[in-house]
C-alpha cells in the first residue's frame, strides 16, 4: 500500500477531485485547512486569506498510487502550478 499526498491551495481542491474521480481513484480525504510557513509563504489557515492550503490523501494499492501519483504530477505540472506539492510514501497496513 501506498499514500499519495497531496498539499495544495484550497482553491484549487475541486480541480484535485475532479483529477482524481477522472483517473478512478478509490476515494480521498480532505483536511482543509492546514497552517504553517514554508517555501511558498506563510498561509495563515484562514479559508477566506488567498493561499489556503488544504492537503487531501488517497491510500492504494502499490501499482494504483503509483500511476496516480505520476498522473497528478503531470496534470499540475501542464497546468503551470507551483503551489501544488505532491509525495509518495509506502503505508504499513494497520488492522
Avoid: C, N
Avoid at 15 to 33: N, T
Avoid at 47 to 72: K, W, Y
Amino acid at each position: 500500500m501506498k499514500l499519495v499526498l497531496v498539499f495544495a491551495d484550497a482553491a484549487q481542491l475541486d480541480v484535485i477531485r475532479r483529477r482524481l474521480h477522472d483517473l478512478k481513484a478509490p476515494g480521498y480525504s480532505v483536511l482543509p485547512v492546514i497552517e504553517g510557513e514554508g517555501r511558498t509563504g506563510l498561509h495563515s489557515g484562514d479559508r477566506i486569506h488567498p493561499g489556503a492550503l488544504a492537503a487531501l490523501f488517497v491510500v492504494a494499492e502499490d501499482d494504483e498510487a503509483t500511476v496516480l501519483f505520476e498522473e497528478l504530477t503531470r496534470r499540475r505540472d501542464a497546468a503551470g502550478d507551483t503551489i501544488t506539492r505532491l509525495f509518495l510514501l509506502p503505508v504499513e497496513r494497520q488492522a
